[in-house]
């Protein structure tokens, strides 16, 4: 009887000790600061940061290569939720890289469409449905507003629109006040 | 040419899915696809060849016949003690493997097919070099079963299948053929 729980015991500590010893051993290192910042960013993957998309943004911020204020679709609101997760002080949205806008989406005027699937190949997240030489069409509820595919339509038969809130859309405000500091 | 009849003889005529009936969660759970059948497929033939061989050094060296009845509780331990490990160390050498394997890995340890090769070895009084055997034919029994399945399964999705015999229940009645299929091999090879 002894026997069989020392025997278990021992089992039960070497297993531990190799899982224990192993789980540092081999530790992966990811980089969870990067996953954070990509988690504020509003992956509209639009590359008016600067970057091919959220992703080398967020991994550029965390490598001090990037400043924050280049995000026009996340806002005020992105930056600042950057700001305070890493740490530094708010800045306004850098202008070079566009003007924040209301949330839109990008709307084909099927009568115009040449079905050139020029816009097919710009959108970043698979958002337009079409063929060559057949009638192309936005996925909505896929659609980031990234704006991407206004400039490659040889027919500018792309506009944006935004977003009306209703039922569906609505969403609680962040609170806006702020807490004044103690004097 | 023992070891060569050993794995031709687990993976066709003692089929562990097919023939002897064990492993049957992940073989209806994760068969709908081909790859994820095959990367199960693998993960478990990993596992199982080091399982086997752990078993066996455990059963010989440190239970002996006076603790015997600690088998079942003690092979437990050890495998999932190398799932655990086996994932982590797949994951820092490999992360393509890592992906390809992903969540297969520690689903093994509830495949009781991984434990009942163990099992089986120490019954049929295999030596270290015959479990690895054992446990590497068992696991790949499983994957050609695995894989055969899927491929069928995958076929099925596109078949006139009438509605009451429709999702899990053709499933369940293709298993049945297959592993009616398997038995024809019986008796071919006989293991001692």
């Not at chain 1, 992703?55 to 280049?70: C, H, L, M, R």
Request: charged residues 15%; negative net charge.
């Amino acid at each position: 009887m002894l026997e069989a729980i020392l025997v278990m015991v021992g089992i039960g500590i070497v297993v531990g000790a190799v899982l224990g010893y192993s789980a540092i051993r081999f530790k992966v290192e990811g980089d969870p600061l990067v996953d954070k910042i990509d988690a504020i960013l509003p992956q509209t993957q639009c590359g008016q940061c600067g970057f091919p998309g959220c992703k080398p943004y967020a991994t550029a911020i965390a490598k001090g290569e990037a400043d924050i204020n280049q995000c026009p679709p996340g806002g005020e609101d992105g930056v600042r939720k950057l700001a305070e997760l890493l740490g530094v002080e708010f800045k306004p949205l850098n202008a070079e890289h566009g003007e924040p806008k209301p949330k839109s989406v990008a709307v084909i005027d099927e009568n115009l469409c040449i079905g050139c699937t020029l816009c097919l190949q710009a959108c970043p997240v698979d958002a337009i449905l079409g063929a060559a030489k057949q009638m192309h069409t936005i996925i909505a509820s896929e659609c980031t507003g990234c704006e991407l595919c206004l400039s490659p339509c040889p027919v500018d038969c792309i506009h944006m629109a935004p977003i009306e809130e209703d039922l569906t859309s609505w969403k609680w405000k962040y609170p806006v006040t702020r807490l004044r500091p103690a004097a | 040419m023992e070891y060569i009849l050993i794995l031709l003889g687990t993976v066709f005529v003692n089929n562990i899915v097919l023939a002897k009936i064990l492993g049957l969660c992940p073989f209806m759970g994760v068969s709908k696809k081909l790859e994820t059948a095959i990367s199960m497929g693998l993960a478990t033939t990993f596992v199982l060849t080091l399982g086997s061989g752990a078993s066996y050094l455990i059963s010989e060296y440190l239970l002996g016949p006076e603790l015997f009845y600690l088998r079942t509780l003690s092979f437990i331990v050890v495998i999932a003690g190398i799932v655990q490990f086996t994932e982590m160390v797949v994951q820092k050498t490999s992360p393509v493997l890592y992906q390809v394997l992903g969540i297969y890995l520690p689903l093994i340890t509830t495949n009781c097919a991984v434990l009942g090769i163990p099992l089986l070895n120490v019954q049929a009084r295999h030596n270290f070099v015959e479990s690895l055997f054992f446990g590497m034919g068992g696991a790949m029994g499983f994957t050609l079963a695995m894989v055969l399945f899927a491929g069928i399964r995958e076929k099925l999705e596109g078949a006139d299948i009438p509605k009451p015999f429709q999702g899990v229940s053709i499933a369940m009645v293709t298993a049945g053929l297959m592993s009616l299929a398997f038995m024809g091999f019986a008796g071919l090879i006989n293991l001692k």
